[in-house]
């Protein structure tokens, strides 16, 4: 496992931006975002697997949203934030490589403490 510490999040505006950022404690093989509405399930936003770069998105946030970063970092650019985004975002990695797909939050053994993400109307 690493250690992961978030930044970022806040109060914004509907329609407006946020950037959310992760440091990882050691190197990754993946990386995501989930967040958890109240009430809800946590659920996938976007990941990344480094060996290659290649990205995954939730449908509800796709072209909207961002993922970026290298081995260690992660970020998450959100624009054209909506009311419906609110919601407490976690950082997650994975250390080992897996052929499974990275979207699944059972693939990620380490998480970090979540960012509050709020817009408003």
């Known amino acids: 496992q690493v250690q992961l510490v978030e930044s970022g999040g806040g109060l914004v505006q509907a329609g407006g931006s946020l950037r959310l950022s992760c440091a990882a404690s050691?190197?990754?093989?993946?990386m995501a975002w989930f967040r958890q509405a109240p009430g809800k399930e946590r659920e996938f936003v976007a990941a990344i697997r480094w060996n290659g770069g290649t990205t995954y998105y939730a449908d509800s946030v796709r072209g909207r949203f961002t993922i970026s970063g290298d081995k260690n970092t992660l970020h998450l650019q959100m624009n054209s934030l909506k009311p419906d985004d609110t919601a407490i975002y976690y950082c997650?990695?994975?250390?080992?490589?897996?052929?499974?797909?990275?979207?699944?939050?059972?693939?990620?053994?380490?998480w970090g403490q979540g960012a509050q993400v709020t817009v408003v109307s």
């Open positions: 997650a990695a994975r250390r080992n490589p897996v052929l499974l797909p990275i979207t699944s939050k059972t693939i990620f053994d380490s």
């Open positions: 050691g190197r990754t093989f993946a």
